[in-house]
């Protein structure tokens, strides 16, 4: 089987992942835009308040920041502080360090992935859920999991990329 049929179930589960995120980011983001206007239309045009309004905001802003911190890592978009064009001038040296970082930054997604995984696990133990609105806290806690695994596996692609720049500069 050629590499490119092989690939093709990969490719597009890729591709629905990636749609699937960017309509989450799309929903969240509309509603928790909606949200607070409803909530400052109320409060300071009719001087009422929606009470119980900021667990449900609170549940779509976690779906909102940790897909689009996932969503940054796939697009290799998030915010860094790179100095190291100005301090090295090799392109090796430059790719090593990036690959450490990369390494690093993986590490420590899986460490946030898994303490997301304990700490949904504990809430589901203790039945942990919103005063309000009886929510379920699983609700808040799973958007970690999803946010930080997708993180650890983006940036796992991006340090395989890098590698792969270092292998191609070597053989020059």
């Known amino acids: 089987m050629s590499d490119s049929k ?27 835009f909606l949200g607070i ?11 009422k308040d929606l009470f119980g309004l900021e ?27 790179e100095l190291l064009d100005f301090i090295f001038s090799s392109e090796h040296v430059k790719g090593v360090i990036k690959s450490i970082c990369h390494l690093v930054s993986v590490a ?4 946030l992935t898994w303490w997301s995984v304990e700490m949904l696990r504990f809430g589901l133990e203790n039945k942990a859920h919103t005063p309000v609105f ?21 940036t796992m692609a991006e340090f395989v990329d890098e590698i792969r720049g270092l292998k191609a500069l070597d053989r020059k």
Do not use: D
């Not at 206007?37 to 001087?47: G, N, Q, S, W």
């Not at 420590?108 to 460490?111: E, K, P």
């Open 108 to 111: 420590m997604a899986g460490c």
């Open 55 to 81: 667990e449900v905001l609170m549940i779509l802003g976690f779906w909102l920041y940790f897909v689009g911190g996932a969503y940054g890592s796939y697009t290799r978009t998030q915010i860094k502080a």
């Open 134 to 154: 009886n929510l379920p806290m699983a609700m808040a806690h799973v958007p970690l999991i999803v946010g930080f695994f997708l993180m650890m596996v983006y």
């Open 6 to 32: 092989a690939l093709g179930p990969v490719k597009r589960f890729l591709e629905i992942l990636h749609f699937a995120e960017r309509t989450i980011l799309v929903v969240s983001s509309t509603l928790v």
């Open 37 to 47: 206007c409803v909530a400052v239309f109320l409060r300071y045009f009719l001087r």
